[in-house]
Nanobody, 121 residues
């Protein structure tokens, strides 16, 4: 069974930085893509960034130039470096992974438990 374990959320002032990490473990799998979504109070969950197995990245317009996604294939870990944070970046950040499970023979989507990011003005 696959687990996604997140870390690195917290409280930061407007303009500050935070780094999130998400490590995948469990069944034998291949990472197709990993990324981050967020959900602000009263709003729908939205994509923040995705990084594919080949290293291609995609960002929401609202975070381009401020957030950087990266990965460590050996550790099956994805990172999100968040700089110049704004109060509107506040929310619960969820790790997302599209993993091909060799035991099952197909890919499945997995979610982390979420980590709170709060940016104070």
């Amino acid at each position: 069974q696959v687990q996604l374990v997140e870390s690195g959320g917290g409280l930061v002032q407007d303009g500050g930085s935070l780094r999130l990490s998400c490590a995948a473990s469990g069944s034998v799998f291949r990472v197709n893509a990993m990324g981050w979504y967020r959900q602000a109070p009263g709003k729908q969950r939205e994509m923040v960034t995705i990084i594919t197995n080949g290293g291609s990245t995609h960002y929401a317009e609202s975070v381009k130039g401020r957030f950087t996604v990266s990965k460590d294939d050996g550790k099956k870990t994805v990172y999100l470096q968040m700089d110049r944070l704004k109060p509107e970046d506040t929310g619960v950040y969820y790790c997302n992974a599209d993993l091909f499970d060799y035991g099952l023979g197909y890919a499945e989507e997995h979610w982390g438990q979420g980590t709170q990011v709060t940016v104070s003005s």
